[in-house]
């Protein structure tokens, strides 16, 4: 009987040490195949992140595991909701670091290759979120390329389309980046003079970011304009728009006169931005918002004349 009992415990530790090795087994190579880490399932709290009823702050073990839930689902449902969390988390200073530290930027990143069009949306939104910290743009830049793509190619007045030009607005408050947009910018104003009142505006912050910038006047100036741009300086134009189309030009202005520019006499192609702001029509568009019933604008087309006209001169008698 004895024997036969020890027999019987052996028989179960033999057992038992095989279900631990299968299960070593089992979790090494879930860990490991063809060469390369595996992540397991995220756990259900992950999920639970994206309930949409977690507003706090997100530490670092949370934001780790929706970057882990990024990385391995495939339900388009949870991804949206898991770059919402991020991107919502992405507007405190804290999370703008603590994401790029744990390798989420190029996790979200990845997510604006997909063809649903409100994934590409939220994933566009967290880098917008987190762009406005500088060191995270050394890592977003190399999606710049790729964005102005989609905001020229894509949907007109889509939401698509707006969270670029959010994200490229951001992306060019300095000028670091700037001169990734030179080869967009004749595609940009077509997006300007062809979008509705929101795709308008937030095209010409972008365009504001680059006009103060004096590097970057030249590839304004040489940018091929459709005529239909002057429209934007009628006096019926919405003040948030005809105040920023002003202000455009005299950000181009301000550039030339600092470098005198205009002295040198600067030669442009037909049809291009330069070729419009010193037309007849567009002098003539100017004069007559000097009597515009909003102050600002009045304002601020008296100091674009007065700074038209300086180039003007200056350029006159350079010439004389």
Known sequence: MG???????????LVLAAGACYCFY????GRRRGGRQLRLRPSRAAEDLTSGSYDDTLNAE???????????TEDPVIIERALVTLGNNAAFSANQIVIRELGG????GSKINNPNQSIKEKALNALNNLSVNVENQIKIKVYVSQVCEDVIAGPLNSAVQLAGLRLLTNMTVTNDHQDMLSSYITDLFHVLVTGNGSTKVQVLKLLLNLSENPAMTDRLLDAQVDSSFLSLLDGHVPKEI???ALTLLQ?????LNEEHRLAAQPTFPEGSLFSLLYGKECAQKMKALVHHHD???????????RGWKASETMSRETVS
């Open 3 to 13: 024997g036969a009992r020890d027999v019987g415990w052996v028989a179960a530790g």
């Open 26 to 29: 089992k979790l090494t190579r």
């Open 62 to 72: 949370q934001v780790q595991k929706l970057l882990y839930l990024l990385e391995s």
């Open 105 to 108: 930027i190029p996790i979200v």
């Open 242 to 244: 005809l105040l920023r």
């Open 251 to 255: 950000n181009i202005t301000n550039c």
């Open 295 to 305: 102050a600002d604008v009045k304002e601020k087309s008296g100091d674009e004349r």
